[in-house]
């Protein structure tokens, strides 16, 4: 499932083509997703200025010019993608296009139909059931060692079940909570009342960093994201710890190599020499 650097990648790619321009022309081609699509959807949206092309931990939030926010989750395998020119026929999986102003069509494609599309609630977007409750956004100022050690204190589940708790931290998933205890140095089996201090500065700051790194990296490619040009993600290639089991441990000076175990159905990769 894309997480927060995909999604933040999409937005910046849809941004300069979308922002400022008017919906000309909205293609549906199946009544739902993972839920129900709004009724009336391309009247809705067809005509409608892009005010702003925004984000909230894994969703992506469009401004309309009539204060119509429109929501959207890429679920597991969604794309957005963006044609200038010659797109092309539509493939079997390209359940929705946009089309602005001045010819740029934008294809939603989702081959396992988990992502959603859905409007806000009028004057009030945070309320809607998806993003109301959502923990801090990571890479806001406001997000800080004692933010993130007020939102773990007396929390007696493994500090990695509580880190992808979106009410904790918004946005997170596995490969990117992986990656920030491994920089960390914080054992994924370690309590989360204990993360406190000088333990949660280098967790919070772990997670900002791998966030900010994996986003100018363009993402994680695994199986179905693409970035909104079409181009792949490669942070992948920069992992430290997830889907690197049984491989030396890259932290300076450990001589410890990658574990792998399950945790609440999920893998978890890790160095038990140098995560504590």
């Not at 800080?144 to 007396?154: D, F, M, P, V």
């Not at 900002?208 to 942070?235: K, N, T």
Request: net charge positive; glycine share 10%.
């Amino acid at each position: 499932m894309p997480e927060l650097p995909e999604v933040e990648t999409v937005r910046r790619g849809l941004q300069p083509v979308l922002e400022g321009r008017v919906l000309a022309e909205i293609v549906q081609r199946r009544p739902d997703l993972r839920f129900p699509m709004p009724a009336h959807l391309p009247e809705r949206l067809r005509g409608r200025r892009v005010i702003h092309v925004g984000r909230r931990a894994k969703f992506l939030l469009f401004e309309l010019d009539d204060r119509q926010v429109l929501i959207l989750h890429l679920g597991m395998s969604g794309r957005l993608t963006i044609h200038r020119d010659h797109a092309g026929p539509p493939g079997r999986h390209d359940h929705l296009e946009f089309a602005t102003d001045d010819g740029t069509l934008v294809r939603l494609n989702d081959a396992r139909r988990f992502g959603m599309v859905d409007f806000a609630p009028p004057g009030d977007p945070m309320s809607h059931p998806m993003l109301a409750g959502l923990g801090p956004e990571p890479l806001d100022n406001s997000f800080s060692a004692e933010t993130l050690a007020a939102a773990l204190a007396g929390r007696r589940t493994p500090v990695k079940a509580a880190l992808l708790d979106q009410r904790t931290v918004a946005g997170l998933g596995n490969i990117y909570v992986c990656e920030a205890l491994h920089r960390a140095g914080v054992s994924p089996r370690r309590s989360a009342h204990t993360i406190s201090g000088v333990r949660a500065q280098r967790l919070a700051t772990a997670i900002r960093e791998v966030l900010q790194a994996a986003i100018a990296a363009g993402g994680s490619s695994l199986r179905d994201y693409v970035q909104a040009s079409g181009e792949l993600g490669y942070f992948q290639h920069s992992w430290q710890a997830y889907d690197r089991e049984g491989e030396p441990c890259a932290w300076p000076g450990c001589a410890g190599r990658i574990r792998r175990m399950t945790q609440s159905g999920r893998s978890t990769f890790f160095c038990p020499a140098h995560q504590r």
